[in-house]
Nanobody, 125 residues
C-alpha cells in the first residue's frame, strides 16, 4: 500500500521552530518529487514548496522563503520540512505529497499523485 504519513506538528510560540516529517511506505521517495502544502481554517490549500527528485532543487513560496527548508533522508525514506521563525499565520494543517519525478504538477499547481493525511501546526502565544 502506497502511503505518506506526516508527523511533527504541534503547538509552538511565535518565533519558534518545528520539523515536520513525511515518511513513505510502499514506494521509494527518492524517485519522486515532493511537495509540501498547507491549509488554514477557512482558506484554500496552498503550496509551500516543491522539491525535484532529479536535481534536489527546491522551490519555496515567498511567504516561507528563508524560514523553511526541506531535506531528505533516503535511508529512512523520509523527507522533512524544517520550519523556523514561525508566525501565527503559519498555523495550518501541513501535508506532504509526491508526484512522479517526470511530472511537474507541483510547480504547475496541479494535483499530486499521493497525499498524506496532514499534521496540525499551531503557532500561538
Amino acid at each position: 500500500q502506497l502511503q505518506l504519513v506526516e508527523s511533527g506538528g504541534g503547538l509552538v510560540q511565535p518565533g519558534g521552530s518545528l520539523r515536520l516529517s513525511c515518511a513513505a511506505s510502499g514506494f521509494t521517495l527518492d524517485y519522486y518529487n515532493i511537495g509540501w502544502f498547507r491549509q488554514a481554517p477557512g482558506k484554500e490549500r496552498e503550496r509551500v514548496s516543491c522539491t525535484s527528485s532529479s536535481d534536489g532543487s527546491t522551490y519555496y513560496e515567498d511567504f516561507v522563503k528563508g524560514r523553511f527548508t526541506t531535506s531528505r533522508d533516503n535511508a529512512k525514506n523520509t523527507v522533512y520540512l524544517q520550519m523556523n521563525s514561525l508566525k501565527p499565520e503559519d498555523t495550518a494543517v501541513y501535508y506532504c505529497a509526491a508526484e512522479s519525478r517526470y511530472s511537474s504538477s507541483c510547480l504547475l499547481g496541479y494535483d499530486m499523485d499521493f497525499w498524506g493525511k496532514g499534521t496540525q501546526v499551531t503557532v500561538s502565544s
